[in-house]
Every structure is written in C-alpha cells, then in structure tokens.
C-alpha cells in the first residue's frame, strides 16, 4: 500500500494543481484505508499509541500531556509524504483556518513551537526598534530559555521593566528613552497565575501609549470552562480580544507542541510572507495533528479520550467506575477502597484550576505499595499514579473510560482473562472511530464549510 501511495503522490507532483484537490482526496482515503487495516491488528495491551494512563488527578502532568485521541493521528499518516506540496497543505490551513475563528474569533498560523512563534511574529514587526518585556513577565519558555533571552538571540533590542512583582508605565518611562512609536510591549502569563481576561485589559490600560503588541499565555482555555472548573483560566476568544496571542499547540488543544499564533489576517499575512516564514512554520504533519485537535473542540459528540469528554464526565459515572475497578481489584487480591469526595484534580500541578474527581486507594496486596508503584512506571503502558507511605491512589478524572479494564490488569499484574468481557477493551477503535462514519477528509471539509 505505501508503494501506490508514493507512487500516486510522484504523479500528483507532476500534475497540474487544479487536479490537486482530486489527490488529496484519493490520499485520505487511502490514509483512511490504511487506518482501518491498522486498527484489524492494533493490540490495546501493548501499544505504543497509549504511552501512558494519566491516574494522577493531574492533566498537564510532566510525564504524560494529553494527546489527540489514539484513533485520530492513524488517519494521517500518509501526510508526511507531501510535505512540500502546497496545493495539499491549502487545504489543512483552511481547517485550521476554520477552527481557529470558531475557537478565537481570529484566524491562526502554526509555528514548529512556541519560540518559532514568538520569533516569527517579533520579526514581521520591523517598525519596533525595542521590546519591552516585565520582569514578572520574563517567562522560562518549553525549551528552558527566556522570553527575554529568546528575544535577544535574534537581534532584537529588549529592555526589562519592573520587578518580579509588578511593573507599571511609570517603570517603562523611567527605563525607555526613545519616541513610543519606536518600542511595543510583550506580556506572558505564567501556568497557574490567578489571571483572566480582565489582566489584559489592565495591563492595556497601565501601559498608557505604550503598544501592546504580543501576549504569550501557555495555558489558554480553548472554550469557556466555567462549567466544570471555578475561576478557569482565560479563554483563547477572551485573549485575542486584546491583542495577538501565542499559545501552545501542546496544552489544553491537546495538539502537537507547535506555537499558535492567532491575530487579525493582516497580521498573520505580514508574518506569512516574511522570509523567516518558511523556515520558522510547522511541517504538515504537525498540522494535521493540530486540525484533528483543534477539530476535537468544535465539533460534537466530542471524541472519546479527549479532554473535553473528560471534562464533562459527571461525579457520578466516575464514582460508579470507580465501585468497578475497587470490585475488580478486591478480585485480584488487593485492598482497595473509594475515594468519592477526596482531593480535586486538576489541569495543572500547581493546585489552580481544579474539578472534583473519585480516587481508588490501593493499601494492601502481595506487594508492597513501593513495589507496585515502581512496577507500574515500568509496565507498558506505564500508569501514572500517587504514592504515600502506606498506599497507592488511582484519580480517575483523566483516565478514559475505555482504559479502565487495562488499568485494572495492570495494577494486579496479570493479563485478560478469559471471564472479562470485551467491555474492558478500548472503545477508542470503534463507536465512532476508524472505519466507523467519518474519514479525514470528510473532517477537514465539514469544518471548512460550517
């Protein structure tokens, strides 16, 4: 089958491009094709497409960020060979053209990363001869540099305002020198500070005719989360209400860890046409991820596995899970108990930003709590969980439901047996998935259209 595809795509090359749509079409259901013979062999107990089950009540937890759901990326597999051609990428920009305005009310480009993004978008802007950045705004970025430091490695001029408490336009009077016109201002909200939308509008009130140019928030919502979370963090739409906004691809999108950049089209066509553009902008397959991802939050029923179908599990389907995987523990030999009103999870592991969950606490069995945490970190997938001296907890919050049956086989150790039911496997290949009603390009031109 890889051979016809690369076959076919030698052909579309040649072609002229008002047949390449025809291609892509012929190429997606190719990938399509390819899925669902994939999804005839996928073994769920010893796939490396579930890395890991995230039973640790935290979702953005170091060791295992939320990904689009499993069955989504075997769809687009066949991307990587085009990556050059422009004619089959227009139309994944135009699907991520399309989710961005529903999501932001702004169109998007999708950088490699977030500093691809902040140095794309900084160096469109040559009428700024300075940046000015608040040192409590002095972010550490994915990679580990500073905003600031980023900034300087491409030439920019940067002046540091304020403290680490607080600046004002007072401090940026007394650091800056030249003509307003000749200088903007960058902000960036740290994971986990107590902001909203509200900030942005003071920090544009105080900065007087200082431009606000950039504003870099790590941990946008892509929808208002008010209904599952108190005081959630702001809102993409919110935020690019004030100004341009570079966010991850990796956080609560769930997406590849590119860098968003959302701003009106004039913006993103200076940015688009620059010289760094080409070098700077995310490859296609990065952008078939995040217009799967992006797609996972305007469109319902929303996937199973992705983080808004967590989000709206009730307390009690995870209570009632939770009864379940006790029984089946018990089964197994362990002492398990459930949590029903214990300690929150949350988005990140600051303790901001949190929604009430249900925890199995594992005390007893014929290993000791230290060796069957050890063990769980090793097995495939590994399971992600919490450890105190005398037990072990299972948060199910941000453990799909079609998981639980392999979380309780890895906890006890063993493998399916005979007596359990295929109720226990992942959904994630069916109900809706691969080979179900939808295929990819079906996908990308519904939300164009919509």
């Known amino acids: 089958m890889l051979a016809e595809v690369k ?61 689009i759901p499993v069955h989504l990326p075997q769809q687009t597999g066949g991307f990587q060979a ?40 900084t160096l469109a802007q040559r009428s700024v001869s300075q940046w000015i950045v608040p040192r409590c705004h002095s972010i550490s970025l994915p990679s580990g540099i500073s905003l600031p430091d980023l900034l300087r490695s491409v ?17 940026i009077r007394n650091e ?13 909200q740290r994971v986990g500070d107590a902001s909203d939308s509200n900030d942005l509008k003071r920090i544009k009130a105080e900065a007087g005719d200082v431009r606000h140019s950039l504003h870099v928030a790590i941990a946008a919502a892509p929808i208002e989360l008010h209904e599952w979370i108190t005081f ?26 590119a860098g968003l950049i959302f701003a009106a089209e004039s913006e993103l066509d200076t940015i688009a046409q620059s010289s760094a553009w080409s070098w700077l902008q995310a490859e296609l397959d990065a952008l078939v991820s995040m217009a799967l991802a992006m797609r996972c939050w305007t469109e319902e029923p929303f996937p199973e596995a992705s983080v808004i179908s967590m989000l709206e599990t009730k307390h009690a389907n995870l209570r009632d899970r939770g009864v379940r995987l006790r029984n089946r523990l ?47 970190l090793t097995t495939r997938p590994i399971v992600l969980a919490n450890r105190d001296d005398d037990s072990l907890t299972l948060d199910l919050r941000w453990v799909p439901a079609e998981l639980d049956g392999i979380l309780a086989r890895r906890v006890i150790g063993g493998t399916a047996e005979n007596s359990e039911t295929e109720s ?16 990819v390009s079906q996908t990308f031109e519904n939300g164009q259209s919509n």
């Open 330 to 376: 018990e089964q197994g030999g362990l002492e398990a108990n459930v949590i029903e009103d214990g300690k929150p999870a949350s988005l990140w592991g600051n303790g901001r930003w949190t929604l009430p969950s249900v925890q199995v606490q594992i005390r007893g069995g014929a290993e000791s709590v230290e060796a069957l945490h050890r063990r769980l």
């Open 7 to 67: 076959a076919r795509l030698s052909e579309a090359i040649e072609k002229l491009p008002g047949s390449a749509a025809r291609e892509v079409d012929w190429l997606l259901a190719m990938a399509k094709q390819h899925a669902v013979s994939f999804a005839t062999g996928w073994d769920a107990e010893d796939s490396l497409q579930i890395a890991a089950i995230n039973a640790s009540g935290v979702l953005m937890h170091p060791d295992c960020r939320p990904t």
């Open 176 to 188: 800056v020198r030249e003509p307003a016109d000749n200088y903007a201002l960058i902000t960036a």
């Open 232 to 257: 959630p963090p702001p809102t993409l739409r919110e935020l690019c209400e004030q100004t341009m906004l570079i966010t991850s691809g990796s956080g609560l999108l769930s997406g590849p860890p």
């Open 424 to 439: 226990d496997e992942p959904a994630a290949l069916g109900n809706g998935s691969i080979g179900d009603d939808e295929n």
């Open 82 to 121: 085009v990556n050059h051609q422009p004619e089959v990428a227009s139309s994944v920009h135009r699907a991520i053209h399309t989710s961005a305005i529903k999501l932001a009310g702004q169109p998007a480009l999708v950088a490699h990363n977030i500093e691809s993004a902040l140095i794309a978008a």
């Open 155 to 171: 030439g920019h001029r940067v002046i540091e305002v304020g403290s680490v408490d607080g600046w004002s336009s007072a401090s």
